[in-house]
């Protein structure tokens, strides 16, 4: 499937979404995440069906819905700004999707009941649904997703873009425990790396109309296919160093990093612009004279609570090193890091190889 918005798309750059294919597993949590204009909102309208690919298919449980509108396709939606009626209570706004669907008085009432209490909404069932808090706001119009049991999946855009800051990771928690309790498909768009390592067992990172890398967050922290992921996920992001790739190894400022052959091999055979990627808190220190170990000149310590976080030079490049609590280093130092092979990626093009 892919998109592009305008009439005769000829080159890449003409699609706000590159070709993909993906599958996304019933009762799954997943988030697409990457910067402004990466496509993530085309996509989520594409599973919706507000809009249409201009190639491609879109199946739900194996049939195609590519040309159904959104109110056939058994989805809900959750907007950045919550629709919500004004003068129904709580309670029939919950219960909408439900009496639109012609379900009975009884099972609407123990619906609304359960999603309520979920929600911690009990208390205000009763109350107008106007001059509500925006995050009261959002938990309905999540409620009125969660109410329908034949919903294939809950489609949320930013939802908590307008919600206050501090109740903002409650409102997280409260639906990573929806979704643990209920195991409602979940597909939720956002920019923030917190929220969407967090809230997802999926994370979908997208980047210029493309899928980067789907995995846990996990996956991507610790084996992130793409340069994009390494520095785009991870607080600091991944340090990622030009190198050059020799018999044995590779090189970085002249100093021998080891490398197992064959990326080595693949890195020679596929050719483009190298880079050595190793997260910041998986460099290690270790003693002046362990093998392969590479110095570098501290230029900075900064301290950040639980750790340390010290940036330092190796010839001309800059690195971000995760120092423990205890760890004496002070800018003006100089130290020998050593980069496990566990830990350490070697990037062809901006892709992994290693
Ligand atoms: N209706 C449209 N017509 C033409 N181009 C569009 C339209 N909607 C989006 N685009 C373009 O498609 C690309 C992807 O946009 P999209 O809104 O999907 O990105 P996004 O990742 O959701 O960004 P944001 O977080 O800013 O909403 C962008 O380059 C955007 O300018």
Redo the contacts with the bound molecule.
Sequence with gaps: MAHA??PAPTSDKDY??RPLDLVWEDGGAYALL??????????LNIISGLLRPSRGQVLINGVDVTAEPPQERNIAQVFQFPVIYDTMTVAENLAFPLRNRGLGKAETHARVEEVAGLLELTPDLKRRASGLSADMRQRISLGRGLVRKDVAAILLD?PLTVIDPHVKWLLRRKLKQVHESLRVTLVY?T?DQVEALTLADQVVV?NG?RVVQMGTPQELFERPADTFVGYFIGSPGMNLLPCTVEEGGVVVEGQRVPMAPEACAKARAEGGELRLGIRPEFLRRVPEGTPFAVRVEVTQVEDLGRHRLATARLGTQVLKVRLAEEERLAAGESCWLEFPGQWTTLYVGGRAVS
Excluded: D, F, I
């Design positions: 918005y305008g706000a979404l990457g910067p402004s204009g990466c496509g993530k909102t085309t996509l930013e768009v920019h997208m109309g």
